[in-house]
């Protein structure tokens, strides 16, 4: 059985710094795209960050230059590196990937980990 495990949320004062991992495990071949979302009470889940296997990446407008997203493929994790957070950053944030096994392909999502930017 194919699981997305997340780790590494928690309480953070504004301007502070926190990283998030996302392990995938199972019977998985190899993963392509992995990606991080948010969601916030009463918002719609948005994309924050995205990469690609080859390590091509892009960010959300709001994120960039603060979040940086980075994976390795050998341990099937993706990671989040959060910095400069800001109180709007409080969210759900859940891991998602592309994960190919046996029987093909199929998308992944995390549990999600809450993340709370406040003083």
């Known amino acids: 059985q194919v699981r997305l495990v997340e780790s590494g949320g928690g309480l953070v004062q504004p301007g502070g710094s926190l990283m998030l991992s996302c392990a995938g495990s199972g019977n998985i071949d190899r993963i392509t795209d992995m990606a991080w979302y948010r969601q916030a009470p009463g918002r719609q889940r948005e994309l924050v960050s995205e990469i690609s296997r080859g390590g091509f990446s892009r960010y959300a407008d709001s994120v960039k230059g603060r979040f940086t997203i980075s994976r390795d493929n050998a341990k099937n994790t993706v990671y989040l590196q959060m910095t400069s957070l800001k109180p709007e950053d409080t969210a759900v944030y859940y891991c998602?990937?592309?994960?190919?096994?046996?029987?093909?392909?199929?998308?992944?999502w995390g549990q999600g980990t809450q993340v709370t930017v406040s003083s």
């Open positions: 998602f990937a592309n994960i190919h096994q046996p029987t093909g392909p199929a998308e992944y």
